[in-house]
Every structure is written in structure tokens, then in C-alpha cells.
């Protein structure tokens, strides 16, 4: 029986999706910079390019249902996305701004871009390879990796204070995205409320999370949120059974819903 380098090397497959993540937001930043480009360019041409190789990924792997593009495997579980629609509150109210409809559809389709390859990488192709190894080592690698994604932040200019709370909160969300894909078995709603939180973040004139000058009532807001996000993912993951999603690379895949 052929076993895949995904399922030998799980850790080492995340490690190599970062890896390409990281690499291409380099290229894309790279670009920007000697083209003298806006600083959305950057993340146009990088989660454009992600995207498409997001695609082939998981085309190749046969992983689209395994990794979460799929409904519920129950509609009650719909209710359990409440908590997650926290962030996007957060940032709708952090005084957002109307910078014009063609700017304003523009923020909207890249967030929703955004949302997909994310949650592709992170919540999909990443916490499947690594569900075998137990779903606590699933969900706590998969989110450390996210976190270290963030680091990229500083080349946008954010100061290393901001950076590092944006890599805690990008952990604690993605400890609580990671146990609600494993708990509901779907990546859908995940996509539409990580799209959502960026959307509003694009338009906030004052996002409490990406601020360079951190007030005492941010950093409490922020580790409010925090607190929250890691408990409600202890409590999602007391109903994960400890069993391994089934990997079948030979199976035929479904294409995205």
C-alpha cells in the first residue's frame, strides 16, 4: 500500500505549507517593492497566486472533502459559529471607514480570498495531514503554525509590539477555527467569518489588533478575546473524538461547494 509523504511526514508537510506560503508572500512583497507598488498589492498578488496553488493542492491531494469543503455532518452545528463571529464584530466597530464602492468591493473580494487561503492551508491541508497524530497535536501545531505566519507583518511596517500580540491572537483564533473544523467536519462557515473579520479589518480606521500604538484598553480587549477563544476551544475539543480523519488520497474528489 502507497503511503503518501503527507501521511509519513505529517509535521514536515505543514512545515513545507508554510514554507510555500511564506515563500510566495515574499515574492509578492518583492514584487511590490520594486515596482513601487500600494501595499495591498502585496496581499492581491500573494493570496491571488496562493489561491491558485491552494487549488492544484488539494485537486492533487484529492482533499476537498477531506479537508473541510463540504456541509456540516450536522445543521445544528451551525450554532456553534456564534462565538467565532466575535472577531468581526471586533473589527466592525473599531471605527471603520467608507473608502468608496470600488475600494470597498475591492477589500470585499480580497477578504474573502483571504478567508479561503487561510482556511485552505491552516484549517484544510494542514490539520488534515496532522488529525492522525491526535486531534490536540492537530489543532495546537496547526495554530502555532498560523501564528508564525503573521511574522510577516513586520515587513508591512507594524511594530514588533503589534506583531507579537498579532501573532497571539492569530493562535487563539485559530485554536478555536481548528476545533471547530474538527468538530462540525466543515471549513465553509470558517472561510465566510475569516472573510468577514478581514473584510471589516481592511475598513477599520483603528483596528485594536494591528495598531502600532497599543492603548491600555486595547490590550485588555485583545487579551479578553484571547481568554475566550482558547477556552471555547477546550470546550469544542471535549466532544472531538480522539480518532483520525480518514485519509484516502486514491479517492476522487468533489469540487469546492
Not at 123 to 143: D, F, K
Request: aromatic share 12%; proline share 5%; charged share 10%.
Amino acid at each position: 500500500m502507497h503511503v503518501s509523504f503527507s501521511q509519513r511526514r505529517p509535521i514536515l508537510f505543514s512545515v513545507a505549507i508554510l514554507a510555500i506560503v511564506m515563500v510566495i508572500y515574499l515574492i509578492a512583497g518583492t514584487v511590490t517593492y520594486v515596482f513601487k507598488l500600494p501595499t495591498l498589492a502585496t496581499y492581491i498578488i500573494g493570496n491571488s497566486i496562493l489561491a491558485v496553488v491552494a487549488v492544484l493542492l488539494l485537486s492533487r491531494l484529492h482533499w476537498w472533502r477531506e479537508s473541510g469543503f463540504r456541509l456540516p455532518s450536522r445543521p445544528h452545528f451551525l450554532w456553534l459559529f456564534i462565538i467565532p463571529c466575535l472577531p468581526v464584530f471586533s473589527n466592525a466597530f473599531s471605527g471603520i471607514g467608507y473608502p468608496g464602492l470600488a475600494q470597498l468591493l475591492l477589500f470585499f473580494a480580497l477578504a474573502l480570498v483571504v478567508g479561503f487561503v487561510e482556511e485552505a492551508y491552516f484549517r484544510g491541508m494542514i490539520l488534515h495531514a496532522l488529525a492522525p497524530r491526535g486531534p490536540w497535536q492537530a489543532v495546537i501545531v496547526s495554530s502555532i503554525l498560523f501564528g508564525i505566519g503573521h511574522l510577516f507583518n513586520l515587513a508591512g511596517g507594524a511594530s514588533l509590539e503589534a506583531t507579537l500580540f498579532q501573532i497571539v491572537y492569530a493562535l487563539a483564533i485559530g485554536l478555536m477555527y481548528a476545533a471547530l473544523r474538527l468538530r462540525t467536519q466543515t471549513l465553509l462557515p470558517l472561510i465566510l467569518l475569516h472573510g468577514l473579520t478581514d473584510f471589516f479589518g481592511f475598513l477599520a480606521q483603528n483596528s485594536a489588533v494591528e495598531a502600532n500604538n497599543l492603548s491600555v484598553l486595547s490590550v485588555v480587549i485583545i487579551v479578553g478575546e484571547i481568554v475566550i477563544y482558547t477556552v471555547y476551544c477546550i470546550i469544542l475539543m471535549r466532544q472531538v473524538k480522539p480518532q483520525p480523519l480518514r485519509t484516502n488520497t486514491r479517492q476522487r474528489s468533489i469540487p469546492p461547494l
